[in-house]
Nanobody, 128 residues
Framework: QVQLVESGGGSVQAGGSLRLSCVNS????????MGWFRQAPGKEREGVAA????????YYDDSVKGRFTISEDNAENTLYLQMNSLKPEDTAIYYC?????????????????????WGQGTQVTVSS
């Protein structure tokens, strides 16, 4: 049974940093995609960052490029999201997700249907 468990969320002031972790138990295939998504109040869930293992390419939403870094520790089966220079608009519930695709079809890395398993989410709140 696949289980994704996020941690590391919290409340910070603008300009601060947080590191989210997602422990992945049960989905340890070498060819897969792992990603972070977020949902702000009153908004649809959106892709933040993803790793596709076919090429090892990382993808980022334009709003977080240069501030967030996605990484994976395969030995620990843990996915990370290092978030620096946080802004109030980064406030959201952040979800970890995993799927069977080694490459994003058509380059559309953010498509949620590519990800089969989801964590329960962790809240990130950034105050101004």
């Amino acid at each position: 049974q696949v289980q994704l468990v996020e941690s590391g969320g919290g409340s910070v002031q603008a300009g601060g940093s947080l590191r989210l972790s997602c422990v992945n138990s049960g989905y340890t295939y070498s060819r897969k995609c792992m990603g972070w998504f977020r949902q702000a109040p009153g908004k649809e869930r959106e892709g933040v960052a993803a790793i596709y293992t076919g090429s090892g390419t990382t993808y980022y939403d334009d709003s977080v490029k240069g501030r967030f870094t996605i990484s994976e520790d395969n030995a620990e089966n843990t996915l990370y999201l290092q978030m620096n220079s946080l802004k109030p608009e980064d406030t959201a519930i952040y979800y970890c997700a995993a799927g069977p695709f080694a490459h994003p079809p058509g380059g559309r890395w953010w498509v949620e249907t590519l990800f089969r398993y989801w964590g329960q989410g962790t809240q990130v709140t950034v105050s101004s």
